[in-house]
């Protein structure tokens, strides 16, 4: 029983530490984007591209949503920055 556990834990752990890498980086982006008012939103997509790239995803320029939110009375170098990626379910195969 506690093989199996160290056993799934092993293979759990890189995938979850991946995934917080990866969205750690996004925040990176977002927030280093955002306060750049010269960044446009192609150029925050290709940021996350050369992320998706480091992290060697599945992930094509279309599946990435860039929207700024100015929020009244916050001025304009504040402004938020979202970045969303639409996913598609893939089947992997298992080893």
């Known amino acids: 029983m506690i093989?199996?556990?160290v056993v799934g834990l092993?293979?759990?752990a890189p995938v979850m530490l991946a995934n917080y890498s990866f969205q750690d980086d996004l925040k990176t982006?977002?927030?280093m984007d955002s306060s750049?008012?010269?960044k446009t939103d192609e150029d925050?997509?290709?940021d996350v591209l050369r992320k998706v790239k480091?992290?060697?995803l599945p992930i094509e320029?279309?599946?990435i949503a860039v929207q700024r939110i100015n929020t009244p009375g916050i001025s304009q170098s504040t402004s938020l920055l979202t970045i969303r990626l639409r996913s598609i379910c893939r089947d992997i195969p298992s080893t």
Do not use: C
């Open 54 to 56: 480091e992290h060697d």
């Open 3 to 5: 093989a199996a556990v």
């Open 44 to 46: 925050v997509r290709n």
């Open 61 to 63: 320029a279309k599946q």
């Open 10 to 12: 092993f293979q759990v």
């Open 29 to 31: 982006v977002s927030l």
């Open 36 to 38: 750049n008012l010269q």
